[in-house]
C-alpha cells in the first residue's frame, strides 16, 4: 500500500503552526479565478483566527464533528458532483456500487488527514486523476461544490479553511491542463 504522503505530500510542510494561515494563503488565492463563491474561501481564511478555547489541542476531525459528520459532508458533495453537468463526464459510467466506493474512498481520506482513525483505502491522487485531463477551471468547480457542503452544514470558518487548505494542495497532483 501506500502511505498518506502520497495523498499530502504537498501540503506536509504546511501543517506548522505559524505557517498555517500563509501557506493557506498560498494555496487559496490561486482559487479565487473561479466564478463565484471565491471570496468564500478567502473569509474563511482571514476569519479563521481565534480558536474556540475548548476546541484547543483537538484535532480537526474532531472539531469537525468526527466521522458521522465527515460521512455526511461527503454524501452531501458527491451528490453535488455527480449531478453538476458541468464535470458530469468524469463520473459518467460509474454505476451505483463505484459511486458508493469513490463516497467511502473520500470519507476514509477526510478522515485520515484530518486526524481520525481511518485508514486511506484510495490510490495516490496523481495516480487516480492521471489520463483524465481535470482543468483548473473544474478543479474549482470541485472545490466550490466542497465549500457550498460546508456552508450547508455551517462548519465553523477556521474547521472550513483547514480543510480547503488540504484539499487545496492537492490541486498540483489532480489538474493537468488549464
Ligand atoms: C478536489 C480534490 C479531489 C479529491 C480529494 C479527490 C479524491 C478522489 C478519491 C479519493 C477518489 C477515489 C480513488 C480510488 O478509486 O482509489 C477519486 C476518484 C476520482 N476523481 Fe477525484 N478528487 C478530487 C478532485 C477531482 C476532480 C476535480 C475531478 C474531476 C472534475 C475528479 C474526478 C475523479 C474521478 C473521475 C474519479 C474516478 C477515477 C477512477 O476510478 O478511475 N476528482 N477522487
Redesign the pocket.
Known sequence: MFSIRDWRKTRSSLLGGGLLLAAALLVILPLQTVEGGVQQLESAVESSSAPNQSDAGKSLYERLGGYDAISAVVDDFAAK?FEDPR?AQ??RG?GDD?RQ??RQ??KN?VCNVTGGPCKI???P?KT??AG?G?TET??N???QH?VDTLDKFQVPAAEKSELLEI?GS??PD??EEN
Do not use: Y
Open positions: 458532483l464535470i468524469f463520473f460509474m463505484t466506493q469513490f474512498k473520500n481520506l483505502i484510495s490510490r491522487a487516480i486523476h483524465l481535470i473544474e478543479f468547480i470541485v472545490v466542497l484539499i492537492l490541486k489532480i489538474v
